[in-house]
């Protein structure tokens, strides 16, 4: 199954050096307005995806006041969240992106569709499941995890499903991430699961904004721009996409051999 991605890469991937994270995700967020407004324009409405986590923090306050978005025409899908965490606990990305993104806009929005993880996990997979196939996606907002993931698609991830959403096991360094990045007090309160947008749903997105900071994504970012395309590292994949840019700061960018 891996075999079949070992292929004749694509034209290099699109990719942003900025100094540093500020101006990263101001770029990130400018370049994803723009396709918003563009779907609006063409369309008069914009499907789009959004991540979570520290790598997302400067790019969704920035998006939050893009000028020029009549954000009541959008409809919002919640990448990924941990399965049996609650909505009001730090490190919920229902939270997450009710405080930092939903809340902050100008405009109600048509609908954002947040994952529930605290029920059945495989039935709210295929509830936003089915909704999202009826959304064709213009823009998602991703990141890369330390070891490579996409959304929570850990190594080895699944290449293969056309299901929109899974329910994965997070592996330990999925969880050091979360335990070193502050969302939780200490690596047993991490949870083992979580449900994940899957990669193939991710790669039918017209356009992907990848925005990832810092010297601890170095590794993962030359893995996934300059190695194979397998599912021993996740966001390699991107190296297939036709519209996927990369916004990284110096450090994220340090191992690249083309900076």
Request: glycine letters at 6%; a negative charge.
């Amino acid at each position: 199954m891996e075999a079949s991605y070992k292929v004749e890469k694509v034209d290099p991937m699109n990719i942003q050096i900025m100094p540093n994270k500020d101006q990263m995700g101001k770029a990130a967020a400018a370049a994803g307005a723009k396709v918003i407004r563009q779907a609006l324009a063409d369309r008069g409405a914009a499907n789009i995806i959004v991540a979570t986590g520290a790598s997302q923090f400067e790019m969704l306050a920035q998006l939050v006041v893009e000028p020029d978005i009549n954000w009541h025409r959008v409809t919002g899908f919640h990448l990924d969240e941990y399965v049996g965490l609650a909505i009001d606990h730090p490190a919920s990305f229902r939270g997450y992106l009710w405080q930092r993104f939903v809340s902050r806009l100008p405009l109600p929005l048509r609908a954002f569709h947040f994952l529930d993880g605290q029920g059945d996990a495989p039935a709210e997979c295929h509830r936003v499941g089915d909704i999202i196939r009826s959304h064709p996606i213009d823009v998602a907002f991703v990141g890369i995890g330390e070891n490579g993931h996409l959304a929570f698609n850990d190594p080895p991830a699944d290449f293969e499903t056309e299901e929109p959403y899974l329910v994965v096991n997070l592996d330990d360094a999925c969880r050091r991430q979360q335990l070193g990045e502050g969302w939780f007090p200490t690596f047993d309160d991490v949870p083992k699961q979580a449900i994940s947008m899957s990669v193939r749903q991710i790669m039918k997105s017209g356009t992907i904004i990848c925005t990832v900071p810092d010297t601890r994504k170095a590794e993962a970012v030359r893995n996934a721009v300059e190695g194979d395309v397998t599912p021993k590292v996740p966001a390699s994949i991107l190296q297939r996409h036709k519209q996927c840019t990369l916004f990284l700061d110096k450090p994220a960018a340090s191992l690249l051999k083309r900076t």
